[in-house]
C-alpha cells in the first residue's frame, strides 16, 4: 500500500524539493519489501498529519535511488532523514519510537522560530 502523507520522489527531484527547499522535511529511505518499514508506516502516517503545513514528508525508494542512497549512507532501511532549509540536520535508522521521531521534528519546527 502506498503512503498517501509522502510524497515519493526521485534522485532528480531530491535536489529542488528537498536541498534547495526553505522548509523542514522528512525523507523516509525505504524498501518494498522491508517489513520494518511497513511497521513504522502508520507512526509515520500519523506524525505526517500532525505535521501538516509545518514538514514536508518524502519517500525514498532505496532500490530504484541506490545512488542516492549511497551518497548519503543509507545502510539500514526504513532511514528517516531531518533536513532542515535543505541541510541534513539529524537521521534515525530502523525502528524507532514515536515519541523520538516526533522529538526530532519538534527541534526542526521549533528551530525555525
Do not use: C, H
Request: net charge positive.
Amino acid at each position: 500500500m502506498e503512503s498517501t502523507a509522502f510524497k515519493k520522489i526521485s534522485a532528480e527531484q531530491f535536489v529542488e524539493r528537498i536541498v534547495q527547499s526553505k522548509g523542514n522535511s522528512l525523507v523516509k529511505f525505504t524498501s518494498a519489501w522491508n517489513g520494518s518499514a511497513r511497521l513504522l508506516r502508520n507512526t509515520l502516517e500519523d506524525l505526517a498529519l500532525q505535521y501538516t503545513g509545518k514538514v514536508n514528508f518524502f519517500l525514498v525508494d532505496t532500490e530504484a535511488e541506490q545512488a542516492l542512497a549511497s551518497a548519503y549512507r543509507i545502510e539500514a532501511t526504513p532511514t528517516l532523514l531531518f533536513f532542515k532549509k535543505g541541510i541534513l540536520a539529524d537521521r534515525l535508522s530502523g525502528l524507532a519510537q514515536k515519541a523520538i521521531i516526533s522529538n526530532k521534528i519538534d527541534q526542526l519546527v521549533l528551530s525555525n522560530q
